[in-house]
T-cell receptor, first 113, second 115 residues
Framework: QQQVKQSPQSLIVQKGGISIINCAYE??????FPWYQQFPGKGPALLIA?????SEKKEGRFTISFNKSAKQFSLHIMDSQPGDSATYFC????????????FGTGTRLLVSP | GAVVSQHPSWVICKSGTSVKIECRSL??????MFWYRQFPKQSLMLMAT?????????EQGVEKDKFLINHASLTLSTLTVTSAHPEDSSFYIC???????????FGDGTRLSIL
């Protein structure tokens, strides 16, 4: 019930290509879905987040698509750059109470030059 | 804005010693702070949640006597790993939030190595 499943585990994309990472959740009480970017030896940094009242949110090259009925959401990175090479985590939480984040298993993205 | 600082960034110590890790919110008041543990190439696992002035709430399976958390002010939380052993070696990350409905902001983590 608390799991967030993330795929793929790793991804190699050519520079300029589109990177797509998918997540699925089980708990219908979740109503906040952020994506975090983590570089080696650093903490995660918030990239973009969405709430279930919208189906898509775009910030620069990063887009979240959200499918409430399927309980799935995905991150699209357009025009991927070598500097985007990092580990990406999706997460989910409620916006009430402690609002504890449940993280996906992570996707290691490598953008080749 | 929303900067969270963690100290130290890396610590090596002998088995049996206690280690304290600090987490500070530099430009906001953190009513809630979270402590995570991350093993290599794995996801973040929540250890505990603390509200300023209250006792921490630990996740199932986390030993509260082993991992002491103090959130004495709105800008500082500490995690003390007591009588640390090699199996406690990990990457410990804190996060902070100023109020309900706002995102968590993460520190850069502390790499703990127990010899």
């Amino acid at each position: 019930q608390q799991q967030v499943k993330q795929s793929p585990q790793s991804l190699i994309v050519q520079k300029g290509g589109i990177s797509i990472i998918n997540c699925a959740y089980e708990n219908t009480a979740f109503d906040y879905f952020p994506w975090y970017q983590q570089f080696p030896g650093k903490g995660p940094a918030l990239l973009i987040a969405i709430r279930p009242d919208v189906s898509e949110k775009k910030e620069g090259r990063f887009t979240i698509s959200f499918n409430k009925s399927a309980k799935q959401f995905s991150l699209h990175i357009m025009d991927s750059q070598p500097g985007d090479s990092a580990t990406y985590f999706c997460a989910a939480s409620k916006t009430t109470g402690f609002q504890k984040l449940v993280f996906g298993t992570g996707t290691r993205l490598l953008v080749s030059p | 804005g929303a900067v969270v600082s963690q100290h130290p960034s890396w610590v090596i110590c002998k088995s049996g010693t206690s280690v304290k890790i600090e987490c500070r919110s530099l430009d906001f008041q953190a009513t809630t702070m979270f402590w995570y543990r991350q093993f290599p190439k794995q996801s973040l696992m929540l250890m505990a949640t603390s509200n300023e002035g209250s006792k921490a709430t630990y996740e199932q399976g986390v030993e509260k006597d082993k991992f002491l958390i103090n959130h004495a002010s709105l800008t500082l939380s500490t995690l003390t790993v007591t009588s640390a052993h090699p199996e406690d070696s990990s990457f410990y990350i804190c996060s902070a939030r100023d109020r309900v409905g706002q995102p968590q902001h993460f520190g850069d983590g502390t790499r703990l190595s127990i010899l």
